[in-house]
């Protein structure tokens, strides 16, 4: 298994563009997640999904958009890149059932946006 | 809105020495705590708490919780270079699977 793989490892911006960030887990959860971690702070919930064709936001949502078509992909959309959206990127995922509090993550994405 | 704190901010200590980290948490419906060490890149796994009292323990690292007085400690006996890095606490409560972190606390470890 490869857990959780995000793509790209880093990547710089220019404001106004747009990109996406994707992310696969190959461990049939179905429940996944984005968080962004501002240097020397916490990770915070962007949005997350309880299964294909669910998502709902978390704290900070403004100005991303996400979709899951599939129970593998959760990609994450940022449509006109902001300075305040520098930041490392994580995704998480977590089984809905049995250890279901145990959030296993992807190895993050580098954003600078200038 | 749920509130996770975490005391000290920072932390630097010698090898050998023992540690004890702090979280304190407010959460409707808490359902658990978990602790999560980050080194350089994704956070990594430590324990999940669910009951009060119930000492959780992995080698030289050990946590605990208080349900009633709303705080879990982490501690770290006979510190290690190895354990430098920023350990983070999160709460989930009964509406899902969705973690509140807080702002970690960054352990350096000096040899």
């Known amino acids: 298994n490869a857990g959780v793989t995000q793509t790209p490892k880093f990547r710089i911006l220019k404001i106004g563009q747009s990109m996406t960030l994707q992310c696969t887990q190959d461990?049939?959860?179905?429940?996944m997640y984005w968080y962004r971690q501002d240097p020397g702070m916490g990770l915070k919930l962007i949005y997350y999904s309880v299964g294909a064709g669910i998502t709902d936001k978390g704290e900070v949502p403004n100005g991303y958009n996400v979709s899951r078509s599939t129970t593998e992909d959760f990609p994450l959309r940022l449509e006109l890149a902001a300075p305040s959206q520098t930041s490392v990127y994580f995704c998480?995922?977590?089984?809905?059932?049995?250890?279901?509090?145990?959030?296993?993550f992807g190895p993050g994405t580098r954003l600078t946006v200038l | 809105e749920d509130k996770v704190v975490q005391s000290p901010l920072s932390l630097v200590v010698h090898e050998g020495d023992t540690v004890t980290l702090n979280c304190s948490y407010e959460v409707t419906n808490f359902r658990s705590l978990l602790w999560y060490k980050q080194e350089k890149k994704a956070p990594t796994f430590l324990f999940m708490l669910t009951s009060s009292g119930i000492e959780k323990k992995s080698g030289r690292l050990s946590s605990i919780l208080d349900k009633k007085e709303l705080f879990s400690i982490l501690n770290i006996t006979a510190t290690q270079t190895g354990d430098s890095a920023v350990y983070l606490c999160?709460?989930?409560?009964?509406?899902?699977?969705?973690?509140?972190f807080g702002g970690g606390t960054r352990l350096m470890v000096k040899p």
């Open positions: 999160a709460v989930t409560n009964n509406a899902g699977n969705m973690l509140t």
């Open positions: 998480a995922s977590s089984a809905s059932r049995g250890r279901y509090n145990e959030q296993f």
């Open positions: 461990m049939n959860h179905n429940y």
